[in-house]
């Protein structure tokens, strides 16, 4: 006979196992949709920005230097800030003729684009 505490034991795993298990399936869809402003500023970008940037790969180009970089590797640069990406944004953009976002999807785009920070990595 297996002995209860065996038993036990299984049923605690599994329902860890479970538990793990959702939160895998949930977090992608959960970072994307935290707030409003982040969906938002999601499909905005889907629209203006995705021809040129990856907007949503959680690959970190930096040090690929690729040019333009994903938004990923933006929001994970130590020197990336909403005041320093709200001024980027007010400037002409390079390869973009008539650059020009409104304020508030501009707030949008920044939680979003902030969103996508590793909350694991070290901050600095
Ligand atoms: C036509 C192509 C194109 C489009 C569309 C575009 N970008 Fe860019 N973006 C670039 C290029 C190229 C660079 C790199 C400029 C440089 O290296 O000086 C860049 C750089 C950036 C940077 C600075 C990255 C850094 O840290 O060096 C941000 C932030 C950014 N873009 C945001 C956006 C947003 C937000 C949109 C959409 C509203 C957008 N871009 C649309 C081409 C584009």
Redesign the pocket.
Known sequence: MVPKIAIAAAMIFSVFASIAELRAQVRPTQDATRNSSVAAGHA??AK??A???DISSRIDDQFARA???S?YA?AN?KT?SAIG?NA??VTP????PN?I?EPGDRKN?IDY?LSLRNESAPST
């Open positions: 905005y970008a203006m920005c021809q040129c940037h040019r333009p970089p938004f933006v640069a990336t990406l980027f944004l953009h390079a390869p973009m650059f976002i785009i684009i």
